[in-house]
């Protein structure tokens, strides 16, 4: 062995401890760290010929590197959609990567990650009320995996009804694809598909100020498809302002007519578990597909997500990934192989931050923060609509808050506004353009934010105005 290897393999107590300690460094100044930071040197040092090890490798991130983390897993970083850890799900994420496994299947290899992968999407279904019986699910890297995953068996049904196996014969003919405003992702996942990420017939909105599905234009359009089978991508939570397609009435136009439903509730699903907001998702649990993030609201590290699929359709999602050209033999229950149900063959012990956070915090313990989140967001949403310098975009439907500046027809001010806040790195908050208006968007899905939170983000937000008024008013 390397004398620097073997040398570190000696150290490995101290390296660890040393690599922890790092970590705690930043975790438990979360609070006091920036939210951006400006990079400036970029150049990198090289590969090294004769290896330096571990310590002193930790020495040279730690000059270069480690005060230019920003604190994205902290309670004032509302950018895009993005999730902290719980302490349980860390201690989870640790222990998966120092065990190493690599899940695979539930029997035969004596490799239990598989079956704590089972538990845990069991415990899920639980956790979103959805019926445990009736669907398969496993984890993958993101929702837009997750997307991808559902419309791959979405598309080896969808040719199975034009009697093409598109996962031995390839992609042929038309694709009908509808959806109101389907995620970036699932666009994304079309392209990678060879479906087209073009071929979407887009549904007009309920109302040119909403993202929800017009039902009416729904049914009106599957008509004029006269019988044609179709993919149906609809919103449980659009990521701009949280709209949700109609879920129930989805689920009555499914009895009518023949299509695979896929909800992409990347975030929206957890709605489910407050008895406030649980009415929004009301009739998903009819779905044949869904998608849901982890590294979101369930504040576990990247790169965690999972996919639920409905059991009926379990041979057409192992003919789409299946990891062998053999003809299948048998129930694929029998021996259940995740590496025949999704893209990843080789897998990390990816559900065990789910399964550690679950077990810790319980059904209730979501149930808080969900609901802590939401009353923050209409918190910032109130303090926006009484403000004399901003102004909603949208209302606050649950954790998202998506304002502008008043009369801020000119998109460069709102620009302005955002960098100046961004800026003095104590909120991070993410462009967007709503209803043809350059706007400002918040995501509240982070386990630490409280009150006092909301109220330095209000006076951030005052600062950051203050700070352009000299060049804009
Ligand atoms: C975030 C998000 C995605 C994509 O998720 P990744 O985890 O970034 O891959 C898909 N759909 C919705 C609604 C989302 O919010």
């Not at 509302?78 to 999730?83: E, I, K, L």
């Not at 909800?263 to 849901?292: C, M, N, Q, R």
């Not at 409280?450 to 008024?469: C, G, T």
Request: aromatic content about 10%.
């Amino acid at each position: 062995m390397d004398v620097t290897l073997n040398n570190d393999l000696k150290a490995l107590n101290n390296l660890l401890q040393e690599a922890l300690d790092e970590g705690l460094l930043y975790l438990n100044d979360i609070d006091n760290l920036p939210t951006s930071v400006s990079v400036k040197d970029t150049e990198g040092t090289g590969l090294p010929m004769v290896g330096q090890g571990g310590a002193s490798t930790l020495a040279e991130f730690k000059k270069r590197y480690s005060d230019l983390m920003v604190s994205s897993t902290g309670p004032r970083y509302f950018g895009f959609v993005t999730g902290g850890a719980t302490p349980a799900a860390l201690m989870g994420d640790i222990l998966a990567t120092i065990y190493d496994q690599n899940t695979q299947t539930t029997k035969g290899h004596g490799d239990v990650s598989a079956i704590v992968e089972f538990e845990a999407i069991h415990m899920l279904l639980d956790f979103f009320g959805l019926p445990k019986e009736e669907y398969l699910g496993g984890f993958v890297t993101g929702a837009t995996m997750s997307n991808f995953t559902c419309l791959g068996v979405a598309r080896q049904w969808l040719g199975k009804e034009k009697g093409i196996d598109v996962a031995k014969n390839g992609v042929s003919g038309d694709f009908k694809i509808l959806s109101a405003v389907p995620h970036s992702s699932s666009i994304k996942a079309l392209s990678m598909l060879g479906l087209g990420s073009s071929n979407i017939i887009k549904i007009d909105t309920v109302d040119p100020l909403r993202e929800a599905i017009d039902i009416d234009k729904l049914e009106k359009e599957i008509m004029a498809l006269e019988g044609t089978p179709f993919i149906l991508i609809s919103s449980g939570g659009t990521v701009n302002t949280v709209d949700f397609d109609d879920m129930q009435a989805i689920a009555n136009l499914r009895k009518k007519y023949n299509f695979w439903w896929h909800v992409d509730a990347a975030f929206g699903g957890f709605a489910a578990l407050s008895p406030g907001y649980a009415h929004l998702l009301k009739g998903w649990e009819d779905a044949d597909s869904i998608t849901i993030d982890a590294h979101k609201w369930l504040n576990v590290p990247y790169e965690n997500a999972f996919f639920f699929v409905r059991e009926e359709h379990k041979m057409l999602q192992v003919e789409t990934f299946q990891n062998s050209n053999a003809p299948y033999l048998g129930d694929p229950m029998e021996n259940f192989n995740y590496l025949n149900f999704l893209p990843e063959n080789s897998r990390r012990f990816r559900a065990l931050p789910a399964w550690f956070t679950l077990k810790a915090y319980g059904k209730q313990g979501y149930r808080e923060i969900v609901e802590r989140n939401i009353r923050l967001a209409r918190q910032l949403g109130d303090f926006i609509v009484n403000s004399e310098f901003f102004e909603l975009l949208a209302p606050v439907r649950l954790n998202t808050v998506c304002f502008t500046l008043k009369d801020g027809l000119d998109p460069h001010r709102t620009q302005a506004f955002l960098d100046a806040l961004n800026d003095r790195g104590k909120v991070f908050m993410t462009p967007t353009v709503y209803n043809g208006r350059k706007g400002v968007r918040a995501a509240l899905v982070n386990w630490r934010t409280s009150e006092m939170d909301i109220r330095i983000v209000e006076d951030e937000m005052l600062i950051a105005v203050n700070k352009i008024a000299t060049v804009w008013f």
